[in-house]
C-alpha cells in the first residue's frame, strides 16, 4: 500500500462525515478526530487505537496515520484540520513532538 500525502493548508477546515478504511496518509496539518456516531479505529504509526463516541484524539504534523472502521453500525466523525503556522509560537514544538496516545477517551474529558 502506497503512502499518501496530502496538501492541507487551508487554514481551519472542518468536515462532518461518514468515516471508512482510509489508508495511510500524512500532511502538514494537526487533525483533531471527534466519533458523534459508532466507533473507528485509528491506526498511529504502528499503533491501533480504539474510539467510540464521544472519544477524540489529536494528530500532530506530519505523523502517519489511518482509519479503518469494523463495527456494524453507521459511525460519523467530525474532521477539524488546523494549519500549523496558525501557532506560531508553538510551530518547531508541533513539527517535533506528538503524544504517545494521541486518543481522548469520552470518561477522561470534564463536561461544564
Known amino acids: 500500500m502506497l503512502l499518501v500525502y496530502e496538501n492541507r493548508t487551508d487554514g481551519i477546515v472542518v468536515e462532518w462525515k461518514k468515516t471508512v478504511h482510509f489508508p495511510p496518509h500524512l ?13 473507528i479505529e485509528l491506526g498511529v504509526g504502528q499503533e491501533l487505537y ?13 505523523v502517519i496515520h489511518h482509519y479503518q472502521v469494523f463495527g456494524k453500525k453507521e459511525n460519523k466523525v467530525i474532521y477539524l484540520y488546523l494549519d500549523p503556522t496558525l501557532f506560531p509560537s508553538y510551530y518547531k514544538e508541533l513539527q517535533i513532538y506528538s503524544p504517545k496516545n494521541p486518543v481522548v477517551k469520552k ?3 470534564i463536561l461544564m
Not at 50 to 62: K, R, S, T, Y
Request: proline content about 3%; some cysteine.
Open 27 to 39: 500532511h502538514e496539518a494537526i487533525e483533531v478526530v471527534y466519533v458523534t456516531d459508532g466507533d
Open 50 to 62: 480504539h474510539m467510540d463516541e464521544g472519544d477524540f484524539a489529536i494528530v500532530f504534523p506530519n
Open 107 to 109: 470518561s477522561k474529558c
